[in-house]
């Protein structure tokens, strides 16, 4: 019997181990950047790079905002997320790989963001082609660029 109970703590502890680790990461949702007030609606940070296990919480900072998944911008096996209109969310990402998101109601002012979880190759390149529109066009070309310089 203590066998039994040594082995079972032992089981506990392994699969706890990996969410000991995990962290949570703030993206807030903002109206302007406070350092350039000349752009206007961004997630901050635009780029997150995490681990698998992490959680991402969205902040209304200011409201209008939400956070969705750009479809063909997620993981193979990754659950796409679509918060709610200034509503507080936090999703854990758990599939390494590159997830694109929008604000739905600025996306063709282009407020876009990138998360990266661990080795957020395997969907880098088909995300980075994913069609898009308005000022979504330049925002996530200029944030793919920054990962792609970051990574020299």
């Known amino acids: ?81 679509n918060s709610g209109l200034d509503e507080r969310f936090s999703v854990t990402l758990t599939v390494e790989g590159t997830y694109g998101y929008v604000c739905v109601p600025h996306l063709e002012m282009g407020m876009v963001g990138l998360i990266l979880v661990g080795d957020y190759t395997g969907n880098f390149d088909a995300a980075r082609k994913v069609r898009q529109i308005g000022g979504a066009r330049s925002a996530f070309r200029a944030l793919f660029s920054e990962v792609e310089e970051g990574a020299q």
């Open 1 to 81: 019997m203590l066998h039994w109970l040594r082995a079972a703590a032992a089981a506990i502890l392994l699969l706890a181990a990996p969410m000991a680790h995990a962290e949570e990461h703030i993206v807030r949702m903002l109206n302007a950047n406070p350092d350039d007030p000349n752009q206007t609606n961004i997630f901050d940070p635009p780029i997150l790079r995490i681990e698998p296990g992490d959680t991402v919480t969205f902040v209304p900072t200011d409201s209008g905002h939400n956070s969705a998944t750009k479809r063909g911008m997620v993981p193979d096996g990754a659950e796409p997320w």
